[in-house]
């Protein structure tokens, strides 16, 4: 598999994705097997943002695999902290190590850093955008518990607005067909278009609804999701949304018998405590499995030893050519306007929003 940056899943096609989970499912069934897959390599990891799955499952996940890691879990502790700009950043780490992992609350970031890496840039959450190795984890714990990626019915339920998770998630599923969506969050925590948009040109069923009750019943998977404090300007634009979804041990006597519930966590108070004990609940399960499929990840992108070419130059930067007040296009001046087309329309390459060109 050639698989180099890592900003979105669908860097990676349909075939490398089969590769990978069914390398992630051999990891899983003998771990000891690929404990010196990764010797003499190093992974980076950049941590802009908290973490505690994500940073500690790539971590172990190299150590598993016989490679050593370094990094910054808190950017105080870097020269980020005396104003280091993310190009500098990336270039100085990607002459130390063979692959970099890259949280930032920008969105947008991981590409940008892609730009200046002569490693591989594995994004590990960018902003409200995207967060691909969760998709990675997700998908890996579908395929463990259906098989297969067709025929289901999916309730994602939260702040589809702000949760990198579920973009990236849905993302990745419309790659499929035959399956039904709903999206269940208030007025106020929509999915943003450019995801609904690209749903409704597949061959999968979408309905937007408001409350849980209205399809728990009919639901193979529940993706829960956390109202993030972290994404609201105010303590009262939080304080409207939050509460809203909490799935119960009553709610889930609507639910099939074996529909699972999924959640990328941390969970704060959408899930009760007692719903833990349900043997539908597969979250916990869920982030165990992302150490697995990371380990597939890196194993693949460590085989390819040869170092990225950098283009001479990019473009002249053009000053708020994306609108998007939080893409890292309007954070970082010095980055080049990048731009991607999909049926006529222009994307900012960055965060995805649509342009006005
Ligand atoms: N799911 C997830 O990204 O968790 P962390 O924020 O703890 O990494």
């Known amino acids: 598999m050639d698989i180099r ?49 994500t940073q500690l499952s790539f971590q172990t996940a190299m150590m598993r695999l016989g490679g050593k890691v370094m990094g910054f879990a808190d950017p105080s502790s870097s020269s980020v902290s005396k104003g280091e700009t993310l190009r500098d950043t990336v270039k100085i780490i990607s002459a130390y190590s063979d692959v970099t992992v890259i949280r930032n609350p920008v969105e947008g970031a991981a590409y940008a850093a892609s730009l ?47 949760g990198r998770t579920v973009h990236s998630l849905v993302r990745a599923l419309s790659r499929y067909e035959g399956n039904t969506f709903y999206f269940i969050s208030t007025a ?25 009750d209205e399809c728990i019943s009919r639901l193979d998977i529940l993706y829960m999701t956390r109202i993030q404090r972290e994404r609201f300007k105010t303590a009262e634009d939080y304080a409207k949304q939050s509460g809203i979804y909490i799935l119960t041990a009553e709610k889930m006597k609507q639910a099939k018998s074996d529909m699972i519930i999924l959640h990328p966590l941390p969970k704060v108070d959408e899930i009760d405590y007692d719903v ?27 085989i390819n030893n040869s170092r990225i070419a950098m283009p001479g130059a990019y473009p002249a930067p053009s000053p708020a050519y994306c ?19 999909t049926d006529g329309h222009h994307f900012c390459a960055y965060c995805d929003h649509k342009l006005k060109v």
């Open 188 to 212: 106020e925590l929509k999915m943003p278009s450019y995801v609904t948009e690209l749903l409704r040109k597949t061959n999968n069923t979408l309905y937007e609804v408001e409350t849980l």
């Open 116 to 162: 200046y890496s002569r490693v591989p840039i594995i994004n590990a959450g960018d902003g409200g955008h995207l967060h691909p190795t969760q998709t990675m984890t997700d998908m890996f714990t579908i395929q463990q518990n259906f098989g297969r990626y067709q025929g289901l019915t999916i309730g994602l339920c939260g702040d589809l607005l702000n």
């Open 276 to 302: 833990d004990d349900d043997p539908r609940a597969r979250y916990f399960e869920q982030a165990e499995n992302g150490m697995y499929i990371r380990m597939a990840l890196i194993h693949e992108v460590c």
């Open 323 to 341: 609108r998007n007040p939080r893409c890292i296009s309007n954070h970082e001046k010095y980055l080049p306007p990048m731009i991607k087309e």
């Open 5 to 53: 940056h890592v900003i979105d899943f669908n860097d990676i096609t349909p075939e490398q994705w089969d590769a990978l989970c069914a390398l992630g499912g051999e990891i899983k069934a003998s771990p000891r097997d690929f404990e010196r897959a990764c010797e003499h390599k190093i992974m980076a990891t950049l941590f802009y943002e908290p973490s505690t799955r």
